[in-house]
Each structure stands twice: as structure tokens, then as C-alpha cells.
């Protein structure tokens, strides 16, 4: 029978240290290894190439995926960018028109420059999905929930209108992470993570992963991580790990808390929308509950003051940190109009500056709604 998602994420990958024994595996703090003749080694040879401590991390990303593959990388946008070498210059990428500041700048101000080109569609328009590929459409990036605005986009029904077209499909599952979502059960090719953020789980490391069944896709993939160098060092790809171990309990607590918060939002004058998956009125919440087991940590909402009140509930919390990311233990909140999402200012997907974005992490859920309740009171109506 196969093992279930909790004792993968502790065990695959991970078994005992073969030469000592060690529970838990070790950092393997080297950048070569020696040869016994030319070309004859362990398995290992240079560390940009293949590090124990990574091929650790990579087996236990691949399994929770429910990938074959694992590739780990120094960010999640160095991930996305080994991703991106999959594209020649002429090819045409779809994204959707709510996505990560740092990837729609990677590909208007750096792909682009190299023959690649991108559009945004809001993703939950099927129509407008499939109007919006073209013949030279190579590769559709989805990311769901997004980010900001936490809109859930239907990845089957995505794969099937990209691969009519022979696009690959590639997945950004960071928000939802694989305890709450397996884009590539549902028929995608490529999932992408900033392990910075739920898989790492305690705001202490950067890094990123990709997994794939491909082989095809794997080996074009593993040679440009060698070719193009953004690997993860042995000590980042352990605290990862060590992360992954929790990701389910970690999960939970975050969901259920997320869900206390946003009820309360809701329940409050000064807010006036709430982007929450979980909530039965949000437009995504059925294909959520058909392709997550879960709606995540992630809670989005505008208030009626704008702005202005925006900023000084961005100002006033105490429990929550006003900071960038997210995905960790404690509550953060972000304003993503001037912080995470600021390479879109001027752009059409710039985000709204009443918008304001809080990671719910796992401290006790009355103490979140009373920070949350204590900082609307700082806000002009
Ligand atoms: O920061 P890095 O590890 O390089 O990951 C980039 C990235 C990729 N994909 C998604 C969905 C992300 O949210 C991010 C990083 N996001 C933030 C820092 C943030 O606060 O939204």
C-alpha cells in the first residue's frame, strides 16, 4: 500500500545515513567529491551538479507532489526561470492576470529581451484562456490560488485546452502547497514552489523547488539547473527539509485559522470584500473544494476607507508583522500595491492599494481576530 502524504513527508528521502546511521540527514557542507579513477564516483562528482543534503530534498519534494522528479533551486524564481529555459525566443507564454510581482517582472523585464513573449488572462474565464492561445504558445503558467486576490483557477480543464495546443503546463503551487493541492493528478506537467514559503514553513530560508513525471521534461530541466547554476546550498536544502517534516500539521493550523479570520472580516463594517477560498461565497470556492482538500492560510481583503485605511491598518498591527512573503508560523500582513506586488505599479496588473494580504500562521486564533480587531479600529472609515 502506499504511504500516506504525513509519513512520505518524513520519511521519503530521508531514510537513516547509510555510512553512520544518522536519523536525520546529514548536511553534506562540501563542493566536490573525490574519484576513485577518472569519472568513477558515488554517485557524485561536483556539488552544483548533484549534493546529497539536495537529492534528499528533491526525492521528498517529487513524492508529495506525487511527481517522479524533484529539482531543487536557490528561489522560487530561480526555479521558475530553469522553467523558462524550457522557451525559445519566438515562444509565447499565458499567465494569469493576478500572479507574483517577481514573475510577471521576470518575464516583461528580463524574458522578454530574449525573443519570449507573455500575455494575462484572468484564468477563470475559460473562454478567454482558450481565446488567448495562439499558435506559438508554448507554455501556460498558472498559479492558483494567486496572488494577491486568491483566485482559484481550474486546472484540469487549463491543461486540456494548453496540451490541445501542445503547451506545457506549469504549475505554481506555493499558496495551496502539495498537503492542500497535486496539480499533476490533475493532468499539468511542471509544479513550481517557493520553498521560502510553506515548505520551508519558518520564514528562515530561500529557496525553490520543481517537480515533474516527465522524463523528458526532467532531463532538460536537470541539465539547465547544472548549466545555469541557481542550486540551493546543503544547509538551505536541510532547513527545507526539516520543514517539509510538519507541512501537514503546520497545513491544518493554518487553514482552520485562516477560515476564524476571515469569518471575522467579514463581520466587520470597515472591510468591504474578502477574498477567501473557503468562504462559500467566494466565486472559486466549488472548483476549490473539487481540486484542494483544503483552502490554505492565504486571506485577502479591502476595507472601506481605501487606501488610507489600508496603510494604517498595515501600520497598527501588533500580532500579525507587516512584512513581505509568507507561509511561515507567524502571522504576516503585506500591502502588496507598495510591497510584493510593486514591479506591477503602471502595468495593467497593478493591484489595488486598498488591498492588503495576510499569510495566517499558526499562533492561537483569538489572538490573530483580536489584533485584527484592534488594528480596524485605526482606521479612518
Ligand atoms: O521569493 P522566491 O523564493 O524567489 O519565490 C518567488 C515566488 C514565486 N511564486 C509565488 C507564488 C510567490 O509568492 C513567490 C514569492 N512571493 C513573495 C515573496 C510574496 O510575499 O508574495
Same mark, same amino acid.
Given at each position: ?38 569519472? +568513477? ?17 528533491? /526525492? ?5 507532489? @506525487? ?35 517577481? /514573475? ?38 498558472? %498559479? /492558483? ?14 491543461? %486540456? ?37 510553506? !515548505? ?19 532531463? /532538460? !530541466? ?63 470556492? @466549488? ?34 508583522? !507587516? ?46 481576530? +483580536? ?11
Amino acid at each position: 500500500m502506499k504511504r500516506h502524504f504525513e509519513t512520505r513527508a518524513i520519511h521519503d528521502g530521508q531514510a537513516p545515513d547509510p555510512a553512520t546511521g544518522a536519523v536525520v540527514p546529514p548536511i553534506y557542507q562540501t563542493s566536490t567529491f573525490a574519484q576513485s579513477a577518472p569519472a +568513477e564516483h558515488k554517485g557524485y562528482e561536483y556539488a552544483r551538479t548533484g549534493n546529497p543534503t539536495r537529492a534528499a530534498l528533491e /526525492t521528498a519534494v517529487a513524492s508529495l507532489e @506525487e511527481g517522479t522528479y524533484g529539482l531543487a533551486f536557490a528561489s522560487g524564481m530561480a526555479a521558475i526561470t530553469t522553467v523558462a529555459y524550457l522557451l525559445r525566443p519566438g515562444d509565447h507564454v499565458l499567465l494569469p492576470d493576478d500572479v507574483y510581482g517577481g /514573475t510577471y517582472r521576470l518575464f516583461v523585464r528580463v524574458l522578454q529581451r530574449y525573443g519570449i513573449e507573455s500575455s494575462y488572462v484572468d484564468m477563470t474565464d475559460l473562454t478567454r484562456v482558450e481565446g488567448a492561445l495562439t499558435a506559438r504558445t508554448r507554455m501556460v503558467l498558472a %498559479e /492558483t490560488p494567486t496572488n494577491p486576490y486568491l483566485k482559484i483557477l481550474d486546472l484540469a480543464r487549463i491543461a %486540456e485546452l494548453a496540451h490541445a495546443r501542445d503547451a506545457v503546463v506549469v504549475v505554481d503551487n506555493t499558496f495551496a502547497s502539495p498537503y492542500f493541492q497535486r496539480p499533476l493528478l490533475l493532468g499539468t506537467d511542471v509544479v513550481v514552489h517557493s520553498t521560502t514559503k510553506y !515548505l520551508g514553513g519558518h520564514s528562515d530560508v530561500v529557496g525553490g523547488v520543481a517537480v515533474t513525471s516527465s522524463k523528458e521534461l526532467y532531463e /532538460t !530541466l536537470k541539465f539547465h539547473q547544472n548549466a545555469a547554476g541557481a542550486v540551493p546550498g546543503p544547509f538551505d536544502c536541510w532547513l527545507v527539509l526539516r520543514g517539509l517534516r510538519t507541512l501537514a500539521v503546520r497545513m491544518d493550523v493554518h487553514a482552520r485559522n485562516a477560515m476564524r479570520v476571515a469569518e471575522f472580516l467579514r463581520s466587520q463594517h470597515g472591510v468591504s470584500r474578502v477574498f477567501y477560498p473557503g468562504l462559500p461565497d467566494h466565486p472559486g470556492h @466549488e472548483i476549490a473544494r473539487r481540486q484542494m482538500t483544503g483552502f490554505g492560510g492565504m486571506v485577502s481583503f479591502t476595507l472601506t476607507g481605501g487606501a488610507a485605511a489600508a496603510r494604517a491598518v498595515a501600520s497598527a498591527v501588533q500580532v500579525f508583522t !507587516l512584512a513581505e512573503s509568507l507561509g511561515g508560523v507567524e502571522s504576516l500582513l503585506d500591502h502588496p500595491a507598495s510591497m510584493t506586488h510593486a514591479s506591477l505599479a503602471g502595468s495593467p496588473l497593478q493591484v489595488d492599494p486598498g488591498l492588503l494580504r495576510l499569510s495566517v500562521g499558526i499562533e492561537h486564533p483569538d489572538d490573530l481576530v +483580536e489584533d485584527m480587531r484592534q488594528a480596524l479600529g485605526a482606521a479612518p472609515a
